[in-house]
């Protein structure tokens, strides 16, 4: 994850998902752009995201 102190935009990095019915699952809710993608972030980066975003709110 990198979070750019210029913008505050956040870039996640992570296994690129391609299983059609996980993909179609998300596409119901959220439909992707044709220049977006889908990456699985591991459980163990919870405490990592939100430390950025509570990093974030302190400014």
């Given at each position: 994850?990198?979070?750019d102190e210029e913008t505050e935009d956040f870039f996640f990095q992570g296994e690129?998902?391609?299983d059609k019915e996980t993909l179609e699952r998300l596409a119901v809710d959220?439909?992707?752009l044709a220049t977006e993608a889908v990456v699985r972030l591991?459980?163990?980066m919870i405490d990592i995201i939100l430390e950025a975003c509570r990093d974030r709110e302190l400014r």
């Open positions: 994850m990198f979070r690129e998902v391609t959220s439909p992707l591991p459980s163990r």
